[in-house]
């Protein structure tokens, strides 16, 4: 063995040695030794080329009799806990060591591990690939000589943009906080709020490169076993280089990749994410993104926003009802208008169908060109005042769509008429409160302009239809999509009071579908509220 780890030695430095001690998942496969050279050696081979690492080898005990390697990632870790917790610890406080070589090398190490580092965070590895995932996770080793672990002490310190205020999901009354990139300070911000020993926080890894850090937040007693076993096994189905972001995951693990409609709900807000998990749901949080998954979900969902259950419910309701016909308008009011217009103008008032008429008068372009022709400028807008910085970008949508829209009407491109159908559409859109919900409309938009001016009402009808079957038929986790407007027996219609309109808290007393049917209630009151 002494041999061949001689042979290994020499030939690292001629040969790939990433080629030759990885596995297939990028994991390395050579074991350590108590040999504290090897180790060092093996270890600074891997990291060759990597300028921001770390290390330094020096000896411990009142006679320096043992060596001691320490090892890190510049930048990646807390320096006050590496000099005050670590080093001086280390370099000062050893002592007691008995004469023998091989009773100071266990002393030693047996100190380190149970008491000689002033951290309660720290455990021992056996494996050169998770001394060196533990480097690059933010971690600090340290080998000593003569032993074939790996003591990781935690010194996780990167710099991250710390807890803002999210700008997707702005909301009037409620916190303020968000989720940030940093994948532990997400965890604590849903455990605040659900003080729970029951509360689980399952981790793993995925990105045979990336080695991206993901969190599985639930309920025991609340969620679903047959969901959670489900996401389990399509998180495993899978090998990739890398996640970089939660949108990655989302279109691994969806049910229908074909759909335009989100199957799975991104959310910002700490208290989103933790009313979802006390319905039963699971939050997915990964690494180094602020948008934490919400599974199951339901069309439903994402008309919600948090703030409807701090205001008194009949004001929320009014809105809810208002998002939902935004929905409908930002999707069929062009199709509708061309629908009316070329095919079914007796279907509109006398008076104003002159008017249409008058306006169209000098536009040398079809109405389904002139809708089409506003709509993907005003796409182009959109996407523009995304990209560009912030007060830039609300100026250019604003300025952009009046200069563009009255310059259109002077130049006899478009009629007035179409600019206020794609400004209705536009607005309608914005309404909606989740934006991956909104991209879903925007896209179906384009469909039934295309049926509804072919076909006039009847293509419009057929468009929706289309929209609707489709709609039934999506399953998001083995869960009805359009739940609870469909299967809505399954829970006694309690769905239904958080539907389009919300009843006061005090009537919604059952959890949703989402969670186990055993484990429904959720509110128990002792007297019945004042009619």
């Not at 933010?138 to 943009?161: E, Q």
């Not at 002159?354 to 400028?377: D, G, K, N, T």
């Amino acid at each position: 063995m002494k041999i061949l780890r001689r042979w290994v030695g020499n030939k690292l430095s001629k040969e790939r040695w990433e080629d030759k001690f990885h596995d297939a998942d990028n994991k390395v496969t050579l074991p350590l030794s108590k040999d504290l050279e090897e180790n060092i050696k093996n270890l600074e081979l891997l990291f060759k080329d990597c300028g921001d690492f770390v290390s330094r080898k020096f000896p411990v005990g009142i006679h320096k009799e043992v060596n001691m390697y320490v090892a890190y990632i510049d930048l990646m870790i807390d320096r006050r806990i590496i000099e005050e917790s670590l080093l001086e610890q280390l370099m000062l406080q050893v002592r007691g060591v008995p004469p023998h070589m091989d009773k100071i090398r266990s002393s030693i190490y047996d100190f380190i591990r149970d008491g000689g580092i002033a951290t309660a965070d720290i455990k021992e590895v056996d494996t050169l690939d998770e001394a060196a995932l533990a480097i690059l996770s933010g971690d600090t080793i340290i080998f000593i000589d003569g032993y074939a672990k790996v003591i990781v002490v935690a010194t996780k310190g990167w710099p991250n943009r710390g807890i803002q205020e999210p700008d997707s999901e702005v909301v009037v009354r409620g916190p303020k906080e968000g989720f940030s990139e940093a994948l532990r300070m997400n965890t604590v911000l849903i455990r605040r709020r659900i003080r729970d020993t029951k509360l689980k926080v399952k981790q793993l890894q995925i990105g045979t490169r990336s080695r991206t850090d993901i969190a599985l937040m639930y309920i025991e007693d609340i969620v679903r076993k047959d969901i959670l076993e489900d996401l389990g096994k399509r998180l495993t189905d899978f090998k990739i280089d890398g996640i970089l972001d939660s949108g990655q995951l989302e279109q691994l693990i969806e049910d229908d990749w074909r759909s335009p409609f989100p199957q799975i709900q991104a959310t910002q807000k700490p208290d989103k994410a933790a009313s979802a998990i006390l319905e039963g749901r699971i939050a997915i949080i990964v690494d180094n993104t602020p948008f934490v998954l919400l599974v199951p979900t339901t069309l439903n969902n994402f008309f919600q926003s948090s703030e409807d259950y701090y205001q008194r419910w009949s004001i929320m309701s009014f809105t809810r009802m208002i998002r939902y016909m935004a929905a409908f308008f930002a999707a069929g009011v062009p199709g509708l208008y061309l629908a009316l217009t070329d095919y079914h103008p007796s279907m509109i008032p006398t008076q104003l169908t002159m008017a249409i008429a008058a306006s169209r008068e000098q536009v040398p372009f079809p109405s389904v060109v002139e809708v089409v022709l506003m709509e993907l400028a005003f796409e182009l807008l959109r996407e523009a005042g995304t990209r560009l910085p912030g007060p830039i970008g609300s100026t250019i949508g604003i300025v952009g769509g009046l200069i563009i829209g009255q310059a259109a009407v002077e130049a006899k491109i478009v009629s007035p008429i179409v600019v206020i159908v794609v400004a209705v559409t536009a607005i309608s859109s914005f309404a909606i409160p989740d934006n991956a919900l909104t991209v879903g409309f925007r896209l179906v938009k384009y469909l039934i302009i295309g049926l509804s001016s072919i076909f006039g009402l009847y293509g419009f009808l057929l468009g929706v239809l289309i929209v609707l079957i489709h709609l039934v038929s999506l399953k998001s986790f083995n869960m009805p999509y359009m739940s609870p407007f469909v299967a809505s027996g399954i829970n006694d219609y309690e769905d239904l009071k958080d539907s389009v309109f919300r009843l006061p808290v005090f009537m919604m007393n059952k959890r949703p579908i989402f969670s186990r049917a055993d484990k429904r209630v959720r509110l128990r009151t002792n007297k019945k509220k004042n009619e």
